[in-house]
């Protein structure tokens, strides 16, 4: 107990005397029971900057949960998390602060407009230069829910915390504070930490802060912490103790993060072997405690171990705890060390960490292949996937974006990020960029810059911009495409060799750059597999023509070593003994692979398909040639054989897609699809469709939902007639010329969605508008609405047949646009399949369709969580009748909106229709097993 009082005393002193301009004092009592923590804090600010303040800035990122409306609420709905919004509000935190005093002055504050987590305070006495303010506050914590972003109090009572005390602003020429959108961001000055905290009896405490006193009486705890230079905050009250300490080169590594069963001898020894790799790297770490936890391993894992399951182990058994231990080590290692904007200049952490992580898997594991020990297994060898190192994945993922255009520049501000691209493309890009970099550099230039780099910043405000003016100090090579086009554009990487010569001494050949941006390329020159030569290309604007000596060379390829994130490699090489051996050859695949450049890919893929009740189960084969990542050109044919009709049916495809970089001109596609299928029992159809598609979305906001289409289609239908059926069109013969143009915002809190369909026949024409909004509003009460209207604006049909009318509640589907199950049935439950559109009633009322105009409104809201009330009402009207009112109502039970509902009738024109005869044949069900349209759920979180 001496030792800890003589080491206080040490710590007071260094408080009052010392080196830290900043200093944060608080005194917390966690009240565990009541989810809350009294806080009295004293916060020393020194003002670094030139200007005079009389307004500070304060974090409170716990009030970041306080409402549904702040920015953290908002981006949760962003990306369709309904569980913050959907919470009670108990389960939200906020924090009430008593006072906060300047001297024995109270000051004047408020949140800051639109960010609650933000507080302004206007001070009493002005800070000048070189100056500090001290100002005391007391304020209590509500902690929140850990559901929402995994920090928090849980389920069995521990608390989880981050950003959990009020923090100052940084302000460096201008205020740098903004919201908490859980991104684990805020940036703030390093500070002098000092805590005392009291907490109940049977938790132990948590933090990376250095232990000074420790005490505990009948009901509670007391711990006294304390740390030099600190930025971060992470605290953790567990219950049962999670967390297990490692010393080693002086840092004591503290870390729950499974361990896969390993003995604690091998977690020591793969603790030592990573800590030694990081500071050989990196340098010295400037702490004592090295925090790795669970948490920072579930919000970035090692994308593609995580989606394994625990049973499945391709990989050695202590690899994958290896690498995830080495990833959440060296994020913690550069943000408690490289004091950055981590919102506007994350892209330099990201990029450290996964070069690094990289350079630890080329060093330890060369020969680690992407798949493990499964690249090795009988049937899976022969796919290219097998071939690929572990490393590839870096690439693959980030081409996942760069094919579909929807990368976005290293340098945008993290908070306007996809999440795909925040969570692993942007992260890779980085990574990838220092690689291509380091070997264009060469000789070990990158490498030890860094290191110096961070040396000389260590706990040192900076920014990227230091350090591209360092590395450029270390090398006499141009290295300003990285910073410009590299960082700060959507440029792509392509080029092709074109226009080869070759004489008895040297090779002449041309380089065409296919983009327009002014990074290099590498040359190899190959005699079989044996490299003579490498050479780095610059400066290759359009065309560029070389020469370089034979060597006996007999091929020439670019980026032969694939370190440059090149969109497209098919085209980089070229033999040199003649224009057969240019040819790539064509490869059949079973199943889809990772594209391969050097063949022309084939995939076959067994189908067992249920498409509908007519056709039953059918089997078949998919042979296309689309890989993992998007191509220009895609094609797929799909024969199967139909165990019901018995009949060869099938679908087949090919289109095109334009990719337009920097225009709210999204993409253009067109094609041409064919299909032969059932429609009914012993009836089948068949289709060709041509079409184009233009799809629009904001350039300047990739987060944002809103999305234009303008599509262009002509839709050729050839059917089986059958007299009998009522659903049957006196023409089964038919065409019909469609342009729609479909206006969408898909969002959680506020949806909306028009579209407008214009359709030209033979036999008539006709225009449609439907528009849709959906609220869910604070009290978690949502409200559906839905118009829609058509008319015909030529009908010279048969009155006697609807085949092209418009339907109130179940449309013929004469484009065979929808994912009917029973099309042609007119009972049974095949037949009470409910699909949104045209007239979008549930009932089937008396007058079905309508030959001239239709006009109706759909409604519905909540009764209880998924239950709600729907009411519809409209007009039908027929040739040579007047218009008909129509309405219906009833129980809508809502499992996962747009893709699984049941609706339950209770009145309509029909009168009360939960007491009449065949109730059960009147509920109608939505609901998709398309694989498509049920991955969707995905993307729309992730893209």
């Not at 609650?116 to 006495?125: A, C, G």
């Not at 909306?752 to 604070?778: C, M, P």
């Not at 007047?882 to 129980?891: E, K, L, T």
Request: with cysteine; glycine share 4%.
């Amino acid at each position: 107990m001496k030792f800890h009082f003589i080491s206080c005393l040490i710590y007071i002193f260094i408080s009052f005397n010392g080196f830290g301009q900043n200093k944060i004092n608080l005194k917390a009592t966690f009240d565990i029971d009541n989810e809350q923590i009294k806080i009295s804090q004293t916060i020393t600010y020194k003002n670094t900057s030139k200007d005079t303040l009389q307004t500070i800035f304060l974090n409170d990122w716990n009030n970041s949960y306080s409402s549904k409306n702040t920015p953290l609420a908002i981006r949760l709905a962003d990306e369709y998390k309904n569980v913050f919004h959907l919470a009670k509000d108990k389960d939200r935190g906020y924090s009430e602060i008593s006072f906060l005093k300047q001297g024995n002055n109270l000051l004047e504050f408020e949140t800051v407009k639109n960010q609650p987590d933000i507080i302004k305070v206007l001070l009493n006495t002005p800070i000048k230069p070189n100056e500090s303010y001290t100002i005391h506050l007391k304020y209590t914590v509500h902690v929140p829910s850990d559901k929402f972003t995994e920090y928090g109090i849980s389920k069995t009572g521990d608390m989880n915390l981050r950003y959990w005390y009020i923090t100052p602003a940084v302000y460096n020429g201008e205020w740098q504070y903004y919201s908490n959108k859980d991104l684990d961001d805020l940036f703030i000055p390093k500070a002098d930490i000092h805590i005392e905290a009291e907490y109940p009896i049977g938790y132990t405490l948590i933090t990376e802060l250095n232990t000074l006193i420790k005490s505990r009486t009948n009901n509670k705890q007391t711990i006294v912490l304390a740390g030099e230079n600190r930025t971060n905050n992470k605290l953790f009250l567990n219950k049962i103790p999670s967390f297990k300490s490692i010393e080693t080169q002086g840092i004591k590594v503290v870390s729950n993060i499974n361990g896969e069963d390993l003995e604690d001898l091998d977690k020591a020894m793969i603790t030592e072997r990573i800590i030694d790799f990081m500071l050989d790297n990196l340098g010295e770490y400037p702490h004592e405690k090295l925090l790795l936890t669970s948490i920072d391993n579930s919000k970035d894992p090692v994308y593609g171990l995580n989606f394994l399951p625990s049973f499945l182990k391709p990989y050695p058994h202590h690899f994958q705890y290896e690498l995830r231990l080495l990833k959440v080590a060296l994020y913690n290692y550069l943000e408690n060390t490289l004091l950055i904007n981590p919102r506007k200049h994350q892209w330099l952490i990201d990029g450290l960490q996964i070069y690094y992580l990289m350079n630890y898997v080329e060093l330890y594991y060369p020969d680690m292949k992407f798949l493990g020990s499964f690249a090795k297994m009988w049937g899976i060898r022969s796919f290219h996937a097998a071939d690929m190192d572990f490393n590839d994945k870096y690439n693959i993922a980030f081409m996942i974006m760069g094919r579909t255009n929807k990368d976005q520049p290293l340098t945008m501000q993290k908070d306007s990020l996809l999440k795909f691209n925040k969570n692993i493309a942007n992260k890779y890009k980085a990574g990838l960029g220092l690689k291509y970099l380091d070997d264009f550099i060469n000789s070990n230039v990158l490498e030890n810059s860094i290191k110096s780099f961070l040396n000389q910043n260590k706990l040192k405000e900076t920014t990227p911009n230091a350090f591209e003016n360092y590395l450029k100090s270390n090398t006499h090579k141009n290295i300003d495409w990285f910073f410009t086009d590299y960082l700060k554009t959507r440029k792509k990487i392509d080029f092709k060799i074109k226009n080869v010569t070759k004489t008895n001494d040297s090779i002449t050949l041309t380089v065409k750059n296919k983009r327009n941006n002014s990074m290099p390329i590498s040359l190899y020159a190959l005699n079989n597999d044996s490299i003579i030569s490498k050479l780095w290309i610059e400066n290759v604007t359009g065309n560029k023509t070389i020469t370089i000596p034979n060597n006996n060379a007999n091929k020439l390829v670019l980026n032969y070593d694939k370190i440059i994130p090149e969109t497209n490699i098919r085209d980089n090489w070229k033999s040199l003994k003649g224009f057969f051996f240019n040819n790539k050859p064509l490869q059949f695949r079973l199943f889809k692979d990772i594209e391969d450049p050097h063949y022309n890919q084939v995939f076959l893929m067994p189908l067992l398909e249920f498409n509908n009740i007519y056709d039953g189960f059918s089997l078949g084969m998919k042979m296309y040639n689309k890989t993992i990542l998007r191509k220009h050109f895609d094609y797929r044919i799909e024969p199967k054989y139909a165990f019901k009709s018995k009949s060869l049916t099938g679908a087949a495809s090919a289109s095109i897609t334009h990719n337009l970089e920097n225009n709210d001109l999204f993409f253009i596609n067109y094609g041409i699809r064919s299909s032969y299928t059932s429609y009914a029992d012993d009836l089948f159809v068949s289709q060709i469709t041509p079409s184009l598609t233009l799809l629009f979305r904001q350039d300047n906001d990739f987060r944002s939902n809103k999305r234009k289409l303008l599509m262009f289609r002509h839709i050729n239908i050839n059917r089986d007639k059958d007299p009998n059926n009522p659903l049957s069109s006196t023409e089964p013969n038919y065409s019909v010329f469609n342009i729609r143009y479909i206006n969408s915002n898909d969002n959680l809190i506020n949806f909306s969605k028009w579209h407008t369909d214009f359709q030209v026949g033979k036999t008539f024409s006709k225009i449609a508008f439907n528009y849709e909004y959906r609220r869910l509003f604070q009290n978690n009460r949502q409200l559906n609405l839905r118009f829609y209207a058509g008319t015909f604006l030529r009908n010279d049909n048969d009155v006697s047949s609807d085949y092209f009318s418009f339907a109130l509640d179940r449309p013929t589907d004469y484009l065979f646009d929808y994912a009917y199950l029973g099309r042609s049935e007119s009972s049974g439950i095949f037949s009470q399949q409910y699909i949104t559109a045209e007239g979008g009633f549930k009932s089937k009322l008396d007058t079905p369709y309508a030959n001239q105009w239709i006009t109706t409104l759909n409604t519905s809201t909540t009764l209880w969580k998924y239950i709600l009330l729907y009411g519809d009402a409209g007009f039908v009207k027929n040739k040579s009748n007047a218009a008909n009112f129509v309405y219906d109502s009833g129980i809508r039970i809502n499992l996962v909106t747009d893709y699984f509902e049941i609706y339950l009738p209770l009145y309509s024109n029909l009168g009360w229709e939960i007491g009449q005869p065949h109730y059960d044949q009147k509920i109608r069900f939505k609901f998709t097993i398309d694989p498509e349209s049920l991955l969707g759920l995905f993307r729309r979180r992730w893209f």
